[in-house]
């Protein structure tokens, strides 16, 4: 009675899609009016979207690791720094280099917008004693004019401990051009020039908001202005840092997306016309699935929610759906046109025969992708919620918008369609369906194997988030970053803040040497190639001024030993002129910011100073201070973990509300939980490829899964659906699955080519971490309708079997 009262609620309920078709064909242009009011007012936001490519987007608004982040950033400005190499055939201590070095450093400060300071051997402070006298001046101030004072220069320089690895490397044919540019925007807003220099650190980002990613564009791209009018074959400059990683990746969104998009349009354009040879089939899906990406942007735009790098896969990931569900109308409609029917009746028909199992498709598809918004990483969560509503959207627009387009064209029907000829597709379902019924085990015990193999291998994935690894070994970009690390220890960096929670705590020896002694602790730490090769704060600051104050004696070039020397030191610096101590200490001298360089490497590796140092160096501080760490190292820190997390509470997200979803969808406990095993299995097997092919657990990888799993249920509902109909009128479990296939089997092929074809046009990226997302996720769907039309039919006729084996028993 209860199964009864299942089949009879599902029968009402494609009833009632049919009759939403009856509706739409006496009144398609009032749909149609409505449609285009509805998409026209949703897409007045679009215009608000934005971009960001930044570092701090991977992780929340109220992450206390970004919080800390942002509080740094409004006490001492932005960290990142826009890190050029200056290279010379030769020695750079000659006079050409210099001329070249000046006129190109005074370029930069009268051309590139936005910037704070821009640091050099130039202008590099040089702080020394004259006639009984402090001197802070820019290193270049007296330009060198003979051979002797050139080498005077060359030996200062190369023996400055502040010069050393700061401005020069290992060899003295090179040099860095430190940019660091404004930390807030301008847009929209009137700044105070010094703003973020108080003592208030209660500015809430509505009152200062950070620069935006369009003005770091502008201040790369004049940056890149001023490189090509100064490069030269002796002054050959190489542009890294964060700020222009993040333009880099920016413009290389923008170009892929716009290739992915029209390819995409394209391949699937094909075909279409291929499979069915028709306008309607050709232009009506790509419509369609179009207003839905472009309705689910402006979504996005309203919610306020960034464009990122992870977010460019989501218009080819709704334009494959948009054309699936298309498909699955446009399959049954014109079958039953082709077959003599009248449009109206092809139409109702149409809908009720796949309106239901699509509007299933469309939940489930949204669940797995729902379960992306725990996700730890700012970015993933954000695509969860994009794309769901996205798949909500185009099924909306296919149950709304396409049956009032279907009315209004004049579509008609071929005569003498019927092939009594069986099209290779048609013979390899049909042999699908005999390979089911006749060696059900072997199809299971082979399945078997595959996943045991592949749980085996996936839990051995490592991951990682290395988005230097994302650029080709021979990009430019990536070359520059592996050279700044090889020459100069890097450009990745590591903020610690002091804070001693009293005014004028700084002029404190205890403190100071304290300080020192975490300096010593971060040179000896070199683990797994993590390493800090330079140490920056007040204390260097200190050092140079108890030396120059003591006619420059080197052996003086130590921490004074009494809070008022160190007090009366630093009164003398600030009356000198210089004002580099508002970018290393508050004005109150109670919190001091220590800046540690370190190599660019794998994320995942940073965890050790996370683990050794964090511990040490509080230790060393004690009670004297209170110490925070901050920065985009920090950042990378806590991105690896929040990965894992991201990747395990997704999944089994995903499942929780998948497969409930599947049993009542499907009616059944038993069906819901036999519908996840081809479901969950290719998923399992591309992750143990993944091991097998050397490719990293990452953000993009991650979403692998989740995406797969919530289109590979499609294919799943629609052939359950339609099995159980015809289950229920033969009570034969393999004539059900020869008539499944031969019917939906065919839409669930096509669907799976236009799905793969979407995806595999992600390997003509060239970003690493979308050619393996688009690899893996390709194959992950091609291997899902494998499943549905082998491993799924197994399944089905071994319970039938062992069903009326039991009920005869």
């Known amino acids: 009675m209860q199964s009864n009262n299942k089949t009879d609620l599902r029968d009402r309920i494609e009833e009632g899609f049919g009759r939403w078709g009856l509706f739409v064909n006496k009144h398609p242009w009032l749909v149609l009016l409505f449609s285009l009011l509805a998409i026209a007012a949703i897409t007045t936001q679009l215009s608000k979207i934005y971009m960001d490519t930044s570092t701090e987007i991977f992780l929340h608004e109220d992450d206390p690791i970004r919080i800390t982040y942002n509080e740094f950033r409004y006490q001492f400005g932005r960290e990142e720094r826009v890190i050029l190499m200056v290279d010379s055939s030769q020695s750079i201590f000659n006079f050409e280099f210099l001329e070249r070095l000046k006129a190109f450093h005074e370029d930069l400060e009268n051309e590139v917008p936005k910037i704070q300071d821009v640091l050099s051997l130039v202008n590099a402070r040089y702080t020394h004693g004259e006639n009984d006298q402090l001197v802070v ?8 004019e003979t051979e002797a004072e050139l080498a005077a220069l060359e030996t200062l320089v190369m023996n400055h401990p502040t010069y050393r690895d ?28 010094l703003a973020g220099f108080d003592d208030s650190t209660e500015v809430s980002e509505k009152e200062l908001a950070f620069i935006s990613g369009e003005e770091n564009n502008e201040i790369v791209f004049a940056i890149d202005r001023v490189i090509e009018k100064h490069s030269h074959d002796d002054f050959v400059i190489t542009a890294t840092g964060t700020p222009h990683m993040n333009t880099i990746l920016m413009t290389i969104l923008m170009e892929d997306m716009g290739l992915f998009a029209s390819l995409s349009i394209l391949a699937i354009g094909l075909i279409l016309a291929w499979l069915f040879r028709r306008l309607s089939m050709i232009f009506l899906p ?3 699935s179009a207003l839905g990406i472009i309705v689910t942007f402006s979504i996005m735009a309203a919610l306020g929610i960034p464009f990122t790098v992870i977010a460019q896969i989501a218009p080819s990931f709704l334009l494959a759906v948009g054309v699936g569900n298309s498909v699955h109308i446009f399959a049954v409609f014109y079958q039953s046109l082709d077959s003599g029917s009248d449009k109206q009746s092809a139409l109702v028909h149409a809908l009720q025969h796949s309106g239901f199992a699509i509007a299933m498709t469309a939940f489930t598809t949204a669940g797995g992708l729902l379960s992306f918004t725990t996700a730890e990483i700012k970015p993933i969560a954000d695509f969860g919620l994009i794309a769901a509503i996205g798949v909500v959207t185009v099924f909306v627009l296919t149950l709304i918008l396409l049956p009032a387009l279907i009315t209004i064209l004049p579509l008609k029907g071929k005569a003498d369609t019927i092939s009594h000829h069986e099209t290779l597709n048609q013979r390899f379902l049909a042999g699908c369906a005999r390979l089911a019924a006749q060696r059900p085990w072997h199809i299971l015990a082979f399945c078997a194997v595959l996943v045991g193999s592949g749980l085996f291998f996936a839990s051995q994935l490592v991951p990682s988030h290395d988005p230097i690894k994302w650029f080709k070994a021979d990009h430019p970009f990536r070359m520059a970053m592996e050279r700044i690390n090889s020459d100069y220890g890097g450009g990745m960096f ?10 004028n705590g ?3 020896p205890e403190v100071l040497k304290r300080m020192e002694a975490i300096y010593a602790e971060a040179a ?14 007040v204390i260097d600051v200190n050092k140079e001024l108890h030396q120059a104050l003591n006619n420059n004696n080197e052996d003086y070039y130590v921490l004074p030993e009494s809070r008022e020397l160190i007090a009366q030191e630093l009164l003398l610096f600030e009356n000198s002129g210089s004002d580099d101590l508002e970018q290393l200490v508050d004005s109150q001298f109670s919190k001091a910011r220590i800046t540690m360089r370190m190599p660019y490497v794998d994320a995942t590796l940073y ?5 050794d140092f964090y511990p040490a160096a509080r230790e060393i501080m004690g009670d004297y201070a209170e110490l925070s760490f901050t920065g985009l190292m920090a950042i990378n820190i806590e991105t690896t973990p929040a990965l894992i997390r991201s990747m395990i509470s997704s999944y089994m997200l995903a499942f929780l509300i998948i497969t409930p979803l599947m049993m009542l969808l499907l009616g059944s406990m038993r069906t819901g939980l036999m519908s996840m095993i081809p479901n969950l299995s290719p998923i399992i097997i591309v992750l143990g490829a993944m091991y097998l092919l050397e490719i990293p657990l990452e953000a993009f990888t991650l979403l692998i899964g989740c995406i797969a799993l919530g289109l590979a249920v499609d294919d799943t509902i629609h052939f359950m659906h339609n099995y159980q109909r015809y289950y229920r009128h033969t009570g034969n479990a393999e004539l059900a699955v020869e008539k499944s296939l031969r019917t939906t089997g065919q839409a669930l092929l096509f669907t799976t080519i236009v799905l793969t074809v979407a995806f595999y046009i992600y390997t003509l990226s060239t970003m690493s971490n979308l050619i393996n997302f688009g690899l893996l996720t390709g194959t992950c ?3 899902a309708f494998l499943a549905d039309v082998l491993l799924a039919p197994a399944l089905v006729i071994l319970v039938s079997r062992y069903k009326k084996t039991h009920d005869s028993a």
Not at 137 to 144: G, N, V
Not at 525 to 537: A, M, P
């Open 286 to 288: 790509l419509l369609i």
């Open 524 to 537: 000896s730490f070199n683990e797994n190639g993590v390493y800090v090769s330079k140490s920056y704060s």
């Open 506 to 508: 700084l002029h404190n």
């Open 166 to 193: 700061q401005f020069i490397g290992k060899n003295d044919n090179t040099t860095l051009v430190l940019i660091q540019t404004d930390a807030f925007t301008s847009e929209g807003q009137e700044l105070d020039a």
């Open 494 to 503: 590591l903020e610690v803040l002091v804070d001693t929670k009293q005014e």
């Open 137 to 144: 001046e820019d290193l270049l101030e007296d330009w060198p």
């Open 607 to 611: 965890y050790i100073v996370e683990d």
């Open 781 to 783: 769907i091609a291997l």
